[in-house]
């Protein structure tokens, strides 16, 4: 299994930007699909984006298409999450996911987690 370290949460004020960095170690990024996920308080875990390392197909959730962006760094095994035009309901722990075809997202590996929190 990947191990996977998030980081670049943080505090910013609405129509602000954040990085949020995702970090592959134990093996490479290549055979997943790596996905970035959102929990707020007192809601369910929901999928913000993914993306297939090999290839680069992306699919974003309605509520950040345009604003949000993910890429990839295949030298620095890493995946960024791009957000821009940031809004209090986007306020959430941001959790990195990493998957193979054959698994579910329960059956991957995740990260621990960056918390992310837009004032208004």
């Known amino acids: 299994q990947v191990q996977l370290v998030e980081s670049g949460g943080g505090l910013v004020q609405a129509g602000g930007s954040l990085r949020l960095s995702c970090a592959a170690s134990?093996?490479?990024?290549?055979?997943?699909?790596i996905g970035w996920f959102r929990q707020a308080p007192g809601k369910e875990r929901e999928s913000v984006v993914r993306?297939?390392?090999?290839?680069?197909?992306?699919s974003y959730a309605d509520a950040v298409k345009g604003r949000f962006t993910i890429s990839r760094d295949s030298a620095k095994n890493t995946v960024f999450l791009q957000m821009n035009s940031l809004k209090p309901e986007d306020t959430a722990v941001y959790y990195c996911a990493a998957r193979l075809n054959s698994q579910t997202w329960s059956e991957g590996s995740w990260g621990q987690g960056t918390q992310v929190t837009v004032s208004s």
């Open positions: 993306i297939t390392w090999t290839g680069g197909t992306t």
């Open positions: 134990g093996r490479t990024f290549s055979p997943y699909i």
